[in-house]
């Protein structure tokens, strides 16, 4: 391999933490989550210098990670300079604060106006109260034969911001839906449709009990077992190939760092692979900066229901505790997080995260050589990080895969159950039927699960070899020949037209089965023995686009699902695809703001943002409970290598 420049980066170190399956002990690395201790230093520094008090509420604690500069050239041993951004209502205000953790000092501490942080968890309470002590509400409830202090369960929904009249000025607002309890058959299946409150949560108040007429409860069900023979066995063979040191996981040729972040779940951080003696580097940073699940019923009850999962509620914190044996094989490694709560009380949460080992049952390669009559193979193992999130209805199982020919595979899983409406009709054969399931389908007596979309943005600070890429578009195009003049009967053929994105626009891109085109971040200063950039290809799998435009104020909440990539110069403080805060916002934050200046992505450090998307036209077969559902990309090397990594049996992997 031929260096142009000086750009690979320097071996990673991996050193020992001696976490074991738990993730809170001391910070030995920059990138390390914050501690217990941490966080209770964040609350004091704070409290001393008269900035909160007991009735401030914290939205958001984590690490404010170090320039990515002073990470990379950070070797164990030296200083780690530790710093905690906190996201903060304070006198119905927003503020951000980043406080030095070593020096016990704040360092800033800013008004930021005309937002709204995430879902606070009192704020879910906080609706079941205001709801109870209100008699309009109340007497609504009884209407439908639902008296009874515990009749119904609540769940707090954000509305966005449609210019309603409720939606002038900055108010901490919440739309309320119910479900009617007393049954083994789950509350998703016995909505209380036709009936929502309009809540002030800082007021304490119902600002409009919007009440679109009676319709009958459900049944729900058939219920669904909750202990199933589920057990998995052990996934590797030969024992257990991975090791866990602190936040740093090694396994075949791949080495990265891993935290649990509250907004975005995992975070996988410094990914390198062996290539004889060198660790290269291959992607800074990467998590799920965004997860948009817009409805598609325009009725007064449901038009709001465009959620932005990981900036209005957080995914991280939500994240369900996993079980070896059921969640994932026996032979796993378990991973947990503190968490700062609302009052500034850390607390942990176990079991966040699995990783573990499993052999597919697939071919890595296999060849047939006819000359010997020989076969020769390699089976296909993969190391897994597996994170799962409660978001009410929906569960959403996330899963990054190390493969051992360098690949790494982000797949998205949608399970748990559907968001159904009630409605009169029983069977599609009554009268009022199509005109109920105009919106979705009658899966269920007296239920339509209504359409609607997933799309999870994932933020891919991708170094190649180092920090200087550029973006390649290799266009596939028909290439139209003259026989006469190529001496052959061939008229037609394909060609690859290789386009450098110099700027931004030049990186918004589409999938288009029609133009077909490879999506590649390379290094222009490092070539493999060929002579060719080394390089890494972004592969979609199946995906899905937006069938909505500007015109429609839910898309422009959602301005990243107008392309499947984006491409940015990297900026620290560029995190999420829709926004910092999109709780309440107009439309128009994150990628469509920044991108709007065009910047260069030539020869500079970049940061690929890429959705996978998928429309959901809910079956009979998706109730009571959905059937996973994957989506996935690959995220490949090209070029990066001189030849297929695994034929050699390196890295104490011997040819099967």
């Not at 998307?613 to 994957?630: F, K, T």
Request: charged content about 25%.
């Amino acid at each position: 391999m031929k260096t142009k420049t000086l750009s690979i980066m320097a071996t990673v170190p991996l050193y020992i933490a001696s976490l074991g399956a738990v993730a809170w002990a001391e910070p030995s690395h920059p990138l390390d989550s914050l501690t217990r201790t941490e966080f209770e230093t964040v609350t004091r520094v704070l409290t001393e210098a008269g900035r909160i008090d007991e009735t401030s509420r914290f939205a958001l604690v984590h690490l404010a990670a170090p320039d990515k500069k002073q990470v990379l050239v950070w070797r164990p041993g030296e200083e780690l300079g530790r710093r905690a951004f906190a996201s903060i209502r304070h006198d119905r205000q927003m503020y951000e604060a980043v406080v030095d953790l070593d020096k016990d000092k704040v360092v800033s501490w800013e008004l930021i106006e005309g937002v709204q942080p995430a879902l606070l968890d009192s704020e879910w309470v906080l609706s079941q109260q205001i709801l109870r002590k209100d008699p309009a509400w109340q007497a609504a409830l009884a209407r439908r034969g639902l008296g009874g202090r515990r009749a119904v369960f609540c769940f707090p929904a954000f509305p966005g911001n449609f210019d309603r009249d409720w939606d002038q000025g900055n108010r901490r607002l919440g739309m309320v839906s119910c479900y009617a309890t007393g049954s083994d058959k789950g509350l998703w299946g016995r909505p209380v449709e036709g009936l929502l409150a309009v809540v002030d949560y800082d007021e304490k108040t119902i600002v409009e009990i919007i009440d679109t007429g009676e319709v009958p409860v459900p049944e729900g069900g058939p219920a669904v077992a909750r202990n199933q023979p589920t057990d998995m066995p052990a996934g590797g063979a030969g024992g257990r190939r991975f090791v866990v040191d602190g936040h740093w996981v090694s396994w075949d040729r791949w080495q990265f760092h891993l935290t649990i972040d509250p907004r975005v779940g995992p975070v996988l951080s410094q990914l390198s692979v062996s290539d004889g003696k060198r660790q290269r580097p291959v992607m800074y940073q990467g998590f799920a900066s965004e997860l948009f699940v817009p409805y598609m019923d325009p009725n007064e009850n449901w038009y709001f229901r465009t959620y932005l999962d990981v900036g209005e509620y957080g995914i991280g914190a939500s994240g369900t505790p996993l079980r070896l044996g059921k969640d994932c094989p026996a032979d796993g490694e378990l991973m947990g997080a503190t968490f700062m709560g609302e009052r500034g009380k850390p607390s942990e949460k176990r079991d966040l995260v699995c990783i573990f080992e499993r052999i597919t049952g697939d071919a890595a390669w296999s060849h047939y050589e006819m000359a010997n009559q020989g076969s020769s193979m390699r089976r296909h193992t993969e190391l897994v990080v597996r994170f799962i999130v409660w978001l009410g209805n929906y569960d959403y199982v996330l899963d990054y895969i190390f493969t051992e020919t360098g690949s790494l595979k982000v797949r998205v899983g949608a399970t748990g159950v559907v968001l159904t409406k009630a409605v009169t009709s029983q069977n599609m054969g009554e009268e009022r039927a199509a005109e109920e399931s105009a919106y979705g389908r009658l899966i269920a007596p007296g239920l339509v699960a209504v359409n609607h979309d997933h799309f999870f943005n994932f933020r891919l600070d991708l170094d190649v070899d180092g920090r200087n890429n550029s973006m390649v578009v290799d266009r596939l195009k028909r290439v139209d020949l003259d026989p006469a003049e190529t001496g052959t009967p061939r008229r037609q053929i394909w060609q690859v037209f290789p386009e450098l994105a110099t700027n931004e626009s030049d990186a918004m891109l589409n999938v288009q089965l029609a133009r077909p085109a490879l999506w590649r971040v390379i290094n222009p200063g490092v070539e493999n023995a060929a002579g060719n950039p080394v390089s890494f290809q972004l592969r979609p799998g199946k995906t899905a686009m937006t069938l909505l435009n500007d015109g429609e104020i839910a898309h422009r909440r959602a301005g990243f699902t107008a392309y499947h990539l984006w491409v940015t110069p990297y900026r620290g403080d560029e995190k999420y695809a829709a926004g910092d805060y999109p709780n309440r916002h107009p439309g128009g934050a994150g990628l469509p703001a920044w991108t709007s200046a065009d910047r260069s992505i030539e020869n500079t450090d970049l940061v690929l943002w890429y959705t996978v998307g998928m429309h959901h036209v809910v079956r009979a077969e998706d109730w009571p409970i959905m059937p996973v559902v994957h989506h996935e990309f690959e995220i490949r090397p090209f070029d990066f290598f001189d030849y297929n990594p695994t034929v050699t049996g390196e890295n104490g992997n011997p040819e099967p």
